[in-house]
Every structure is written in C-alpha cells, then in structure tokens.
C-alpha cells in the first residue's frame, strides 16, 4: 500500500484564503483590519523564522499584524509589560509570544498575562479549561491543525482510534481532548508506555508528538491508518553532501508510507496548518470578544 500525502500546504492556503474573506467582512465592521501581535524576544534563527512566516502570511490575508522584538537580556518585568500593553490594546484582537522565551524569564508566567480572550496560541490556563470543559474558546493551533488534517483525510472521525505519543500541554494533551470533542478513542502515550509499537499498531490515527527523528518505523503501523507526524527534527543529510542537513518527522515518512493509508509529509504537513490555525483564532477572537457571529465559511 502506498499512502495518499496529505498536503498540508495546500489545506492551510485554503483556510487563509477564507480567512481572508472574513477579515475583509470584520474590517468593514471595525473600521480597521483585525489586529496581531507577535511578539519574538531574543534571536533565535527558528523562531525568527516562524515568526517571518506568521506575520507574512497574516498581512497576505488581510490583517493588520505587527512584530515586537526585544533583545534577550530584557527583563521578565519587561516581558509582562509588554503583553499587559498588547492587552490594553483595543486594536489588537490576538496575541502570540514566541517559544522559546530566554531562560531566565519564567515563560509560564508571561504566557498567563495574556488576556484569554486575545490567546490566540491557545496556552493560558483559562484558555486550557474552556478546552477541558468543552466550553467556547481559542484552540491550540498546532492540535487543531492536526484534526483538521485527518478529517481532510479520513471525513468523519466518530469511532477512530487515536494514539498520541507525546503528552506535551502544548501538542499531546490539547490534541487529546479535541479528538475526542471529534468521538475519537484517545490514548496518550510516553515514555513509559509498555511496547509502544504494539500500541501503534492498535490505533487508526497515529500523531507523534516528540522530537525523535523518524521515531516511529513501518512495522509500527497499522495498514491504512493515517499518520498525522509533528514532529520537525533537522539532521544530518550526507547523500546531499558533506555539511548538508534535511528535516524530517517523527515517523519514518518512506517506511511508514508503505503500510498507512494517509501520511503528512515534513515539512509541508502540520507546519502550515499550525499559522493558518493561529489566523483563524484571530478572527474569531475579534468576533468572540464583542459578541458578533462568526463570518460565514470560517
């Protein structure tokens, strides 16, 4: 069997595009285009990368997005003020302050700052309740992402079993609880899961969530089941030439795709899914905040 790859580039490019149509309905409205914040502290070369990649593909749909960059030796303090500022601003609608944070500002707290209603990454603990509770709110955008992409692939997921493998609160728990929002059977595994690979090979759904390059193997893999890999691990690629490196996931893409039914490539998969996640919550938190409904086709 050969895996049908679940373009992820291409599912996000259209969710853009809708999310463009709905920002340019909410400027009408506002009287401005809708408003986020990002703010990147140090100089990291990935997150400056995605940080590049967001603010670009935010202004691409109609929004009005700013970047705030701050060295590295800037106080925690310092961090807090900054999105207590973003919170008091009623042209900001959504607010993301990019991981990793400099180690010696407390990442939790300045993440707890963020007004709930503007957490367009989804990560505060109010934000995290109203996902536990089932209540309306901002989604993670990464886990989001990934049901996203099964349903492209796989249509209604009621009754699918799921196994993630990570139990991260910013991928493996959310995930969790939004497949099973979906009637997934969920289970999580770790570290300390007895005989995963024959866990894996239980389950419909596999998103592995660790940082382990090309982790999970072919005979790890259910036939026809689909693979949803967030993993993005860069190593190092002889065959291209010496020095040369490549990403790859957490599953091995070429082994895995023989026996899977649906396979996201890295990058090209969960990648794009997770800005075009953090677009939508955008306007959704501009519309949630002043009690207007969602525009239609988001």
Known sequence: MTAEIIDGKAIAENIDTRVGAAA????????RKPGLSVVLIGDDPASEVYVRNKVR??????MNSTEIRKPATI????????VRQLNDDPSVD?????????????????????????????LTAISAGRLLGGEAGLRPCTPAGCVLLAEQAMGDLSGKSVLGI??????????????????????IAHSRTRDLPA???????????????????????????????????????????EGKTKL???????????????????PGGVGPMTIACLLRNTVLAACARRGWDVPEGL
């Open 24 to 31: 340019a309905q909410l400027e009408k409205l506002l009287g």
């Open 57 to 62: 593909r935010a202004g691409a749909a109609g």
């Open 75 to 82: 106080s925690q303090d310092e961090a807090i003020a900054i």
């Open 94 to 122: 959504g607010i993301l302050v990019q991981m990793p944070l400099p180690a010696h500002i407390d990442a939790a707290a300045v993440i707890e700052t963020i007004d709930p209603d503007k957490d367009v990454d989804g």
């Open 166 to 187: 990570g139990r991260s609160i910013l991928v493996g728990k959310p995930a969790a609880l939004l497949f099973l929002a979906e009637n997934c059977t969920v289970t």
């Open 199 to 241: 866990v894996c090979r239980e389950a419909d759904i596999l998103v592995p969530a660790v940082g382990r390059p090309e982790m999970v193997k072919r005979d790890w893999v259910k036939p026809g089941a689909t693979i949803i890999d967030v993993g993005i691990n860069r190593v190092d690629a002889p065959e291209k030439g």
């Open 248 to 266: 790859v996931g957490d599953a091995d893409y070429a082994g895995s795709a023989e026996v899977a039914g649906h396979i996201t490539p890295v």
